[in-house]
């Protein structure tokens, strides 16, 4: 049972392996490459294929078409860079099942993916770069209660640094503002005066004399509260009593 599995994992890792043997490199053509191919050291070759049988009773390679079983073929060539080698199963003289296709490129032997492989890595890759991107546009995004949701790049701060800073006009007050700010002002001026004055900007402040008006004594005071006391229990004069009706003489 491991046995299956860890030749099933190394079939799958053919994918992804290459394999050359450089003193075969310089000597490459159409008629020794399968020897090439063949090498002890190659892992895409099989030990137990017709080919090595034909190979063992130093027979050619015609007598493959009258035998069962797996085999490699010279599909392409094309001197002296590309060689293109088939692994299939033969099942008549006629009938054959393509299993894999090796392909030699300088010297260096690679398998050829399926047709279910090359989509699966394509989808692969595209969902990644997709995913990718998800994750990047995520991380620009923020969120606050107040404000809801806006997205913040990495530029954006650089780029506002750069800017010029323009000044915004203040916008003039209205006529009602004014009068009303100059009102208040010369109330609280006429409640609290100045302490200080300064006559020029720099200038060390002059303290301002407040003139205090001179307070009536308390004599008077009080013989003002008295006359306005008496005046006010002061009994009212009486009215005078309607006028008596006379009776008319006739």
Not at 54 to 69: C, E, I, S, Y
Not at 109 to 132: E, F, K, N, W
Not at 146 to 165: C, I, L, M, T, V
Request: overall charge positive.
């Amino acid at each position: 049972m491991f046995h299956g599995i860890n030749r099933l994992l190394k079939i799958d890792n053919l994918l992804g392996i290459s394999w050359v043997d450089s003193g075969w490199v310089p000597i490459l053509n159409p008629t020794n490459v399968l020897d090439y191919f063949s090498e002890r050291s190659n892992p895409f070759y099989d030990r137990t294929c017709n080919n090595e049988v034909v190979k063992m009773q130093r027979l050619t390679l015609d007598h493959l078409n009258q035998m069962v079983g797996v085999e490699y073929i010279l599909l392409h060539a094309q001197e002296p860079i590309l060689y293109i080698i088939r692994k299939q199963q033969r099942q008549s003289p006629t009938q054959v099942f393509t299993l894999a296709d090796y392909y030699i490129i300088a010297g260096v032997v690679y398998q050829a993916p399926d047709l279910g492989t090359v989509i699966s890595s394509r989808v692969l890759s595209a969902v990644h770069g997709i995913q990718s991107a998800f994750d990047e546009a995520m991380s620009y995004c923020r969120y606050h209660p107040s404000k809801g949701y806006w997205w913040h790049f990495k530029d954006q701060e650089e780029r506002e640094k750069a800017k010029p800073k323009s000044k915004k006009k203040e916008e003039p007050s209205s006529m009602f503002q004014r009068h009303r700010v100059d009102t208040l002002l010369l109330d609280l001026r006429s409640k609290f005066p100045p302490t200080f004055y300064q006559p020029k900007p720099g200038e060390k402040p002059i303290p301002v004399e407040v003139k205090k008006e001179p307070e009536p004594p308390t004599e008077t005071v009080k013989q003002e509260e008295r006359e306005l006391a008496t005046k006010s229990s002061a009994p009212a004069p009486p009215s005078k009593p309607p006028p008596e009706k006379r009776a008319r003489l006739q």
